[in-house]
């Protein structure tokens, strides 16, 4: 089965820039969706399609995707973005959704 | 503006049969979109559990295909899952979710989840 590996932890001082990476093999040939999930609440879609924003995402919030890595990038960091975040992508080969490990957005 | 509610037994007693159901409102099961399932283990991660098409047809998440069910009744607007045979490794919060658009993923809406604790 697919496997995306995300660093378990990232922090970011305020007004930084955090990036949360995203691991799989060839993901370049996916399509990245990603999720920002605050303490008891269900998870938010954040960026989808690589690099798209929902309305309603801020700007400061941006996707990259190639080769076998996928980035979530928050720019200008707020405590607000504090957060677990998830990559997540369409495996056709098993034909179902696979989610990454998670990663734990900590604003210093 | 869409809205999905999860609905359904806190508690499942091992090897029984979970069961949940996933009201939407505010938009129309039958008009489309895919319309799936995600659970997520106390302080674990997020894991795929299946998806259903309006008109019925479903992918499941090969780990769990041997015992998950997805059905959707448009008459009551409403899809379900069926979880057979759970042992305490099944206990989380189950979300139900809708598609962004015509493809399985990604998930644009979600319920606020229903924690399922399998115990004696």
């Known amino acids: 089965s697919y496997v995306l590996t995300q660093p378990p932890s990232v922090s970011v001082a305020p007004g930084k820039t955090a990036r949360i990476t995203c691991g799989g093999n060839?993901?370049?040939?996916?399509?990245v969706h990603w999720y920002q999930q605050k303490p008891g609440q269900a998870p938010v879609l954040v960026i989808y399609?690589?690099?798209d924003r929902p309305s309603g995402i801020p700007e400061r919030f941006s996707g990259s995707n190639s080769g076998n890595t996928a980035t979530l990038t928050i720019s200008r960091v707020e405590a607000g973005d504090e957060a677990d975040y998830y990559c997540?992508?369409?495996?056709?080969?098993?034909?179902?959704?696979?989610f990454g490990t998670g990663t734990k957005v900590t604003v210093l | 503006q869409v809205q999905l509610q999860e609905s359904g037994p806190g508690l499942v007693k091992p090897s029984e049969t979970l069961s949940l159901t996933c009201a939407v409102s505010?938009?129309?099961?039958?008009?489309?979109?895919?319309w799936g399932w995600i659970r997520q283990p106390p302080g674990k991660g997020l894991e795929w559990i299946g998806s259903?098409?309006?008109?019925?047809?479903?992918y499941y998440n090969p780990s769990l295909k041997s015992r998950v069910t997805i059905s959707v009744d448009t008459s009551k607007n409403q899809f379900s899952l069926k979880l057979s045979s759970v042992t305490a490794a099944d206990t989380a919060v189950y979300y139900c979710?809708?598609?962004?658009?015509?493809?399985?993923?990604?998930?644009?809406?979600w319920g606020q989840g229903t924690l399922v604790t399998v115990s004696s």
């Open positions: 060839n993901i370049g040939s996916k399509s």
């Open positions: 399609y690589d690099s």
């Open positions: 979710a809708r598609s962004r658009g015509q493809v399985p993923t990604p998930f644009g809406y």
């Open positions: 259903i098409y309006h008109s019925g047809s479903t």
């Open positions: 997540q992508v369409w495996d056709s080969s098993s034909d179902g959704g696979v």
């Open positions: 505010g938009y129309s099961i039958s008009s489309g979109y895919y």
